[in-house]
């Protein structure tokens, strides 16, 4: 039992190596001298490892410009995310008023909406705001998901109410009671709202492919990723830095949200996305 | 109970507070252009220039005469076709594998790392990998493989996440149930197949549906890996509609193709609900 227990780790871990391959061997190659990506075979070191690769991506490219456009829009998105997720999810799930089990339905069907049949009419919505090519375009279209509000109504349903109605009773209005009692409790799901959010914002590619023109002005980091592939195709040891640090951001929230990440897949998840 | 005056007022008031931006959101970026792409739809709507409605014509001319649209649309179909059940049967196996790991949460979040890096910069990791590995043409110019290749990176990339969905499920596999099953002597693909997946069938269900959902919406990794080519050999719905909007500047046509698209997405979606009752069952 305890031998065959070892097999299947020593098999589980090659299996795992194997699947880690290819992001290996881009670190590998991200460090090789221009001109050995295809040198010596199944070598994933070079004649020297060249650190200075990551620096020249940022003298070919702006790349220190994508990484802000893409903290700041992937951060302002998840603040709008989370406002208006939190404020709407705590009338769903507290609030007794006409209308709201008919509004939440529509909040549900709005989430079978596939993006490609809202973003050719959304582009025209951004002409008519004067928005096409702008961070604004970027940030408010996709910042008001019924999923938020789902995510969050599941939640807030399983605060007990007598907490709720013992902060009313000491004279609370509704938002005190919000920003008081159930947002404290919210933040668990809340965090991962926020970091599955931000990645969101950070990989989203479609949209900002179709609205932003000045990439090295407006582009975020896989537009940037993607020009600076199509201009220096051949120059894989840059390209492969590149990819390497438009990952480490993504990697870092991974490591940071590793212990909530089976949780937070298994609500969220089947909370529909 | 004590509560000021007019409660239910109040408390309607602070309700219609609380849901207004998600409500004025909501309707202007999504129910807004969703009718919107019904009117674009059925006219021909250049970028730049004067539009005309033009009826079922775009929709007629995607379906019938467009040398493009029913080549991505088969196109989808191989992919999704492919790339579900790989993804499902790897991630499966591979959640049942880890479950009496004592290392289980380090192998989730291994086989997790693809899915929430940047799709862009995951396909051109695997477009440097499909070159290293040679041939000529290379699998990626290759119009018999491409399409093999885009699968087998999305494959890749996509699997963690329905391997985390399923790891939970088997984690919650009833104790009790369990041991009734072994007690009755069921053991190996017996007790797999009649005990275990029964089991989590739910999660198996909903994975399914989310996986389909998303391959026909597939974009980013043919677009980087291919382009689409060699040919159309590897273009896909999405990129039909990006480039009908986009490059070809007609919104008429891309609206009614994404709509084509969304119609598809419905009725699988649809068929999967329908078919559920067959295999799915949830602890009432």
């Known amino acids: 039992m305890k031998a065959s227990r070892a097999v299947s780790h020593v098999l589980l871990a090659a299996v795992a190596l194997t699947f880690l391959y290819p992001l290996v061997f881009a670190v590998a190659t991200a460090l090789k001298p221009p001109g050995e990506t295809f040198g010596s075979p199944a070598a994933l070191v070079g004649s020297e490892v060249r650190w200075r690769n990551f620096a020249d991506v940022f003298s070919y490219v702006p790349f220190e410009r994508y990484i802000g456009n893409g903290v700041l829009v992937a951060g302002a998105g998840t603040l709008v995310v989370l406002a208006a997720s939190a404020l709407s999810a705590y009338a769903f799930a507290a609030l007794r008023w006409r209308g709201r089990d008919g509004i939440f339905l529509v909040f549900l069907a709005t989430m079978m909406v596939p993006q490609e049949v809202l973003v050719v009419p959304m582009f025209l919505l951004?002409?008519?705001?004067?928005?096409?090519?702008?961070?604004?375009?970027?940030?408010?279209?996709?910042?008001?998901?019924?999923?938020?509000?789902?995510?969050?109504?599941?939640?807030?349903?399983?605060?007990?109410?007598?907490?709720?109605?013992?902060?009313?009773?000491?004279?609370?209005?509704?938002?005190?009671?919000?920003?008081?009692?159930?947002?404290?409790?919210?933040?668990?799901?809340?965090?991962?709202?926020?970091?599955?959010?931000?990645?969101?914002?950070?990989?989203?590619f479609l949209w900002p492919l179709i609205m932003i023109n000045d990439v090295n002005a407006r582009g975020t980091v896989p537009l940037g990723l993607q020009l600076f592939f199509g201009q220096n195709g051949n120059q894989w040891h840059l390209v492969m830095a590149a990819s390497v640090i438009s990952i480490l951001p993504t990697l870092l929230l991974l490591i940071a949200l590793q212990k909530h990440l089976v949780k937070g897949i298994a609500t969220a998840g089947l909370a529909g996305r | 109970m004590k509560r000021p005056v007019k409660p239910r007022t109040t408390e309607q008031w602070s309700a219609l507070g609380f849901v207004t931006p998600s409500v004025l959101g909501l309707g202007l970026f999504t129910l807004f252009p969703v009718g919107m792409a019904v009117v674009m739809s059925f006219f021909r709507w250049p970028m730049l220039g004067t539009r005309e409605f033009v009826g079922l014509d775009n929709f007629r001319y995607l379906l019938g005469e467009d040398p493009d649209f029913l080549t991505a649309l088969r196109n989808t179909f191989v992919f999704t076709g492919?790339?579900?059940?790989?993804?499902?049967?790897?991630?499966?196996?591979?959640?049942f594998w880890i479950h009496r790991s004592r290392w289980a949460n380090l192998w989730r979040v291994l086989f997790f790392v693809p899915a929430i890096t940047p799709m862009v910069a995951n396909a051109v990791i695997w477009k440097l990998l499909f070159q290293a590995l040679g041939g000529e043409p290379n699998v990626l110019a290759d119009g018999r493989t491409a399409l093999l290749a885009v699968v087998a990176m999305s494959v890749w990339q996509g699997f963690g996440y329905n391997m985390i969905v399923f790891s939970a499920a088997v984690n919650e596999m009833s104790p009790s149930v369990l041991e009734a099953a072994s007690l009755d002597g069921a053991t190996g693909l017996r007790r797999l197949v009649s005990v275990q997946l029964p089991l989590i069938s739910p999660a198996l269900f909903f994975a399914a549906t989310m996986t389909m959902i998303n391959a026909l919406q597939v974009f980013t990794q043919p677009y980087i890996l291919t382009a689409g080519g060699p040919g159309n050999a590897t273009e896909t719905l999405v990129m039909n509609v990006y480039q009908a909007g986009f490059e070809s500047r007609d919104l008429g046509l891309a609206a009614a193709g994404a709509w084509l698209l969304f119609a598809i997405i419905l009725g699988v979606t649809a068929v999967q609900f329908v078919g559920q009752k067959r295999w799915v069952h949830y602890e009432s």
């Open chain 2, 82 to 95: 492919l790339y579900v059940p790989l993804n499902i049967l790897l991630a499966l196996g591979l959640a």
């Open chain 1, 126 to 204: 951004m002409q008519a705001f004067g928005w096409v090519d702008s961070y604004q375009a970027l940030i408010f279209p996709w910042a008001f998901t019924a999923f938020g509000a789902f995510l969050l109504r599941q939640f807030f349903k399983s605060v007990p109410g007598e907490l709720r109605e013992a902060a009313r009773l000491d004279g609370a209005g509704e938002l005190r009671v919000f920003l008081r009692v159930m947002l404290p409790l919210a933040r668990p799901a809340l965090g991962v709202l926020a970091v599955f959010t931000f990645i969101g914002y950070w990989n989203s």
